[in-house]
């Protein structure tokens, strides 16, 4: 129950084992064009928007957005909300890019006044936003900001690795412009993909650069290659994580196929991860528990950003881990020995037995601290709210 690599649903692990197909495979070729297809729907994105999915992990999808867009000396602006904002600052940073940051302290989210005042005084050619900040818990009003960039005629990227699948977002309107994120999240695969959806100005941008990007994450590489598997024909580039692509079908139809609160397929999944992090959020209250993200309109729903108690420290995820289940520690370089991280996204969201587990270790594990922890009375407040779907 980490927030990356979750664990994934029995029929995405039996597509991923087996024989490795190869890249020309008639029944690779079927996988890989339907899973650009549903991604095309899981993005909520319009046709004329262009899906990759590329062996690599979410950062290999980062790299590729950036070193697709800006041209050496071009402003781009960053959302600065933690551990992975600053990374797309320092990939940014290696095109060259002119980069300006409006921030928020660990923690908080960056207000959207303050985002549209920074969209004025920069003009930035894009605005780059971390959708779900892993490091902290915080999110951003993504599909916001990208309406505030649109009005300034700027692009919007949105690292959605810990948000895709979960968060509500939609293309649909061309405000968004690339919405990217690695398999092992929400998406619910096992690591090793990139994906990312791009959209036609976007793509256009890559057109108009002064200097070629890398080899391997060149969209004018890619997009023949992607174009060809959505024909169904054969095609190759660099070779395909096939076995990960195989279960990405499964995966994505997984997603598309859900049915949750009287909505189906994304709204059906975005509504779960919703409901699950409030489920969640009623056995952190019976513990005590404060989230290091204090403003619950700023909280991301794939996991839970927890303080540790008062006398208790990092030692707190080992003595969980003790009792069956892994959580993660902090990971924001300035604030990280204060709290942990437990992960609720993808199939975990499915699985009520699984997310009982996950409350009954952190309580017991809190016992084992010397802390107080009502551990019957947090798992019925999970199961109060999980039952009220
Ligand atoms: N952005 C966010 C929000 C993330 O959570 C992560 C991974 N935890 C990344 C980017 C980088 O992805 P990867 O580790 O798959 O390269």
Known sequence: MIPGPIEVS??????????PPGHLAPSLVEAYGRSLEQMRAVWRAPAS????????????????????????????????????????VEILRRYEAEVAMVEAPPGE??????????IRRTTPKAVFVTHVDT???????????????????????????????????????GEVDIYLTGSQKAIGLPAGLAMLVVSERAMAARDTL??????YLDYHQWRPIMRAYEARDKAYFATPATNL??????????ILADDFAGKTGIEARTARHAHVACAMEGAWRAYGLEHLCASPDDRGVTLSALKYPTGVGPDLVAKIG??????????????KAEYFRVGHMGWATTQPG????????????????????DVEGAKAALLETWSHA
């Open 10 to 19: 029995p029929e995405v692990r039996a597509a991923h084992d087996g024989p």
């Open 49 to 88: 928007a262009q899906p990759f999915m590329v062996a690599g992990s979410g950062t290999l999808a980062m790299d590729m957005a950036a070193a697709n867009l800006v041209s050496p000396g071009e402003r781009v602006l960053v959302v600065g909300t933690g551990y992975f904002s600053d990374r797309m």
């Open 109 to 118: 989210a960056v207000p959207l006044p303050e985002v549209q005042a920074a």
């Open 135 to 173: 490091s902290t818990g915080v999110r951003m009003n993504a599909q916001a900001v990208a309406g505030l960039a649109h009005e300034a005629g700027a692009m919007t990227v949105v690292d959605g690795v810990c948000a895709t699948a979960a968060e509500p977002l939609s293309m649909m309107d």
């Open 210 to 215: 002064r200097r070629p990007p890398p080899y």
């Open 245 to 254: 692509v195989q279960a990405a079908t499964v995966g994505l139809a997984q």
């Open 322 to 335: 003790a009792h069956g289940v892994a959580v993660a520690g902090g990971l924001h370089p300035s604030c």
């Open 354 to 373: 699984l997310l009982e587990k996950t409350v009954e270790a952190v309580g017991r594990g809190l016992r084992d601290s010397g802390v107080e922890a």
